[in-house]
């Protein structure tokens, strides 16, 4: 069914390079009365409202918003979905984590009833943040994907989830076969890989829970399927790296296993990378791979801080997590808060305009979507926000002292979260309203 045409009136800005490729001011546009023309669940026009006004018919439709700045709807390019009801658990890094906390909480995602529920509240609570597109780790069991495809499906969302495959080092309750988890990927991949905005991707949950025989099958089904994404955890923990060579002692290092099995390339994202070192920064990135960066879930389970620096050395694409239940917050602009603070320990700054390129552009450059999400070209699908600089006391009061939109948009990120953000739209339908 073809949408009506409709026009958005307020301050817009979007990224349209990466500020470390071309400076800060070539990175971005902004209008401060802009207006953005929706037509058919895309974009159609953007641009000043006073050049854009007089070339649309008298009877459109135009929404007109006042303190409120209009950009691309937020990519989350690492989120464990079967995790939202443990997010916050207390006091563990990784590996006692996954045992303590996180296998019993992803145990129950069989039961359709249960991932059903779980799967609306956590798309209502993407949508509330404003993330409209996510790169998603379901459970070890089929129904957690085929529950969130549904409720993703529903709304018309560009998402991308895969389950996880684990034959190993995990409760048996929670494991799978190498044979077992390719057949259901499998027939995943069938059933939702391109079915309308939706895609799948090939999920070993990390190299420590996979055995060599389950890694070859990954690297199979990437290759029965040239388009599949593939995604997976690196480098996120000392003792999970030294469990990994002691797992693979013939290979050269953690990247190097899943290099030997052929599960890098344009469509890999591999969560973390905060001990990765230069070498594989490069091979990361001759590969076209990808890196997540999830800062609220690197403090929260004491992992380190990640070398943004160094990935941009290498030109490596970087997307931006929230890595929940690990992180601590659906917000991505909470995340950039704290990627913000991560930079400020390493002696180095995030500008404002970096921190909206990660959250937009840069993960979709991750994702290979940036002719459809991350920006609000014309073409681009309709997925915006709308955020409110009146969302609670404290933000208006502070953005009235801001001069300039650097100004706003670093106070947005450092204290906006979910309230700040008034309505998301996805394939220009309304999907939240605060
Ligand atoms: N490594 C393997 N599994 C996980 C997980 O669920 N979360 C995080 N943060 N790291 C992992
Ligand atoms: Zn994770």
Redesign the pocket.
Known sequence: MPLTRKAYRAAILHSIADPAEVGIEASYEYFEDGLLVVDGGKISALGHASDLLPTLPADIEIEHYQDALITPGFIDTHI?FP?TGMVGAYGEQ?LDW?NTY?FPCESQFGDKVHADEVADIFVKELLRNGTTTALV?GSVHPQSVNSLFEAAEKLDLRMIAGKVMMDRNAPDYLTDTAESSYVDSKALIERWHGKGRLHYAVTP??AP?STPEQLTLAGQLLTEYPDLYMQT?IS?NLK?IEWVKELFPERKGYLDVYDHYKLLGERSVF??GVHLCDDECARLAETGSAISF?PT?NFF?GSGLFNLPMAEKHRLNVGLGT?VG?GTSFSLLQTLNEAYKVMQLQGARLSPFKSLYLATLGGARALRLEDKIGTLQPGSDADFLVLDYNATPLLSYRLKQANNIAETLFVLMTLGDDRTVQQTYAAGALVHQR
């Open positions: 464990h995790q990784l996954l996180t780790f949950r990390f829970t955890h996120e999970e969560a973390h999830c879930s389970l890595d690990g």
